[in-house]
């Protein structure tokens, strides 16, 4: 039986390179289909594409968890609540701590990890 990839899955893979190894850059990608999709009408990428570029923004985004797939962590043991834990006087903030890749996420973990130094 084919195994699914999950969503977490694919972004690591999109994170450590893996993904691109397998399938080419992303710009040769782009070159490719650009090429099958508009060379028949005389489009040559070598020839018609100046520059691309690529931002790799599966790096920008905190993994946030779907109910769907992870499992139900008991109360306060969800990894990103783990790994938050104070080490110390060390306090963990960021959206990754949050589990959520916006902003707002980054601001209350930041607020929660200076209120957990000042006691
Ligand atoms: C393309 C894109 C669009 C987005 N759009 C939105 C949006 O519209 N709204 C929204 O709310 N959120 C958006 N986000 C998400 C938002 O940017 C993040 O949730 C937020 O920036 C996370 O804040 P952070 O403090 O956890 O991490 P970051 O903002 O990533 O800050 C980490 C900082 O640590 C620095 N750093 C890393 N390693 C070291 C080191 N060894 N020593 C010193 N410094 C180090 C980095 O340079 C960086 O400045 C977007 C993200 C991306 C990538």
């Known amino acids: 039986m084919k195994r699914r990839i999950t969503r977490r899955d694919f972004a690591h ?6 993904f691109w ?11 490719d289909e650009l090429g099958r999709m ?11 594409v100046e520059a ?4 790799r923004w599966s790096h ?3 993994d946030e968890y779907n109910a769907l797939f992870e499992p139900e962590w ?10 938050r834990r104070p080490f110390g006087r060390i306090a963990i903030a960021n959206s990754d ?3 959520r890749a ?11 990890a200076v209120s957990e130094l000042r006691g």
């Open 102 to 112: 916006y902003t707002d996420g980054a601001i209350d973990q930041a607020w929660r």
């Open 97 to 99: 701590a949050a589990a």
């Open 52 to 55: 691309i570029t690529v931002n």
């Open 74 to 83: 008991p109360a306060g043991e969800r990894p990103c609540e783990v790994g």
């Open 13 to 18: 893979q999109l994170k450590d390179g893996g």
């Open 21 to 31: 190894k397998s399938a080419g850059t992303p710009e040769d990608t782009v070159r």
């Open 60 to 62: 920008g985004y905190a």
């Open 38 to 48: 508009l060379g028949a009408g005389g489009f040559d990428a070598d020839r018609d």
